[in-house]
Nanobody, 119 residues
C-alpha cells in the first residue's frame, strides 16, 4: 500500500500562484509514476499533469497551457504541482495519485485538497 496526502490548497485571487504538495508513505515511492487530477463541482474528475518514475517525462492537460509544473523529490517521498496564473476555472478539488500506468492510470489516491480562485 501507498498512502498519499495532499496539502497546499486554499483561497487565492486570479493571477496568484499556489504550490500543492503530496506526501507519500508506505511502499517504495521512487518506482511509481505520479499524477495530479482535479474535480470541479458538477464535473467529472480530469487529468492535470503526470510525471514518470524518473522525472524525465512529464505530461500536461491542454488547459494547463504552460501555467503548471509537476515535479518530484524521491528523497523526500513527495511531489508537487506549482500552479501559476491561476484563474477561476481552476477552482476544484485537486487529487494526487500514484501508480504504474503513466500518464493517466493510477492505483493510489489522496483525499484531495480544495483550491478556490476568486476574481
Amino acid at each position: 500500500q501507498l498512502q498519499l496526502a495532499e496539502s497546499g490548497g486554499g483561497l487565492v485571487q486570479a493571477g496568484d500562484s499556489l504550490r500543492l504538495s503530496c506526501a507519500a508513505s508506505g511502499r517504495i515511492f521512487s518506482t511509481y509514476a505520479l499524477g495530479w487530477f482535479r474535480q470541479a463541482p458538477g464535473r467529472e474528475r480530469e487529468f492535470v499533469a503526470a510525471i514518470n518514475w524518473s522525472g524525465v517525462l512529464t505530461k500536461y492537460a491542454n488547459f494547463v497551457r504552460g501555467r503548471f509544473t509537476i515535479s518530484r523529490d524521491n528523497a523526500k517521498n513527495a511531489f508537487y504541482l506549482q500552479m501559476d496564473s491561476l484563474n477561476p476555472e481552476d477552482t476544484a478539488v485537486y487529487f494526487c495519485a500514484a501508480g504504474y500506468g503513466y500518464p493517466d492510470k493510477y492505483d493510489y489516491w489522496g483525499q484531495g485538497t480544495q483550491v478556490t480562485v476568486s476574481l
